[in-house]
């Protein structure tokens, strides 16, 4: 990904993709100010996902409040925001264990399209 106003420094080799959502209904300013030579700043508008990269090390800094006042309500380290890490656990959580069998038995409630279409059926017949 390209950040063409704020690279991250060359000597730098590991990098994170990294993702945060405003979820509030304020205004917000990220920040990242712990990366020696580089300097990070983004308005962040309410619902909002700013995407990013950043160092493992970085810090996120997150500043909201009204006008001509700035409060730091939240610092969140950016390994906790990398959308690479989430991705990888997702997937090892989708994979079966070795050992184990992918298909569905018969304890796990398995239902064939045929049998939920007539449930459904039923329910709206019934109602």
Known sequence: MSQILDP????????????????TSQI?????????NWY???????GQRL??????????EIHSGMMASSILS???PCER???????EEEADSALPRS??????????????????AASTKEKVILA
């Open 8 to 23: 991250l420094p060359q000597d730098q080799k590991a990098s994170l993709l990294c993702c945060y959502v405003n979820a």
């Open 28 to 36: 917000q300013i990220a920040r990242i100010t712990n990366i020696e």
């Open 40 to 46: 990070f700043e983004r308005v962040v508008f309410p």
């Open 51 to 60: 995407v990013f990269e950043a160092l493992p090390q970085a810090q996120l």
């Open 74 to 76: 939240d610092i969140i």
């Open 81 to 87: 925001l990398s959308v690479n890490n989430s991705l």
């Open 99 to 116: 050992g184990q069998d992918s298909r569905p038995s018969s304890s796990d409630n398995f239902r064939s399209p045929l049998e939920t």
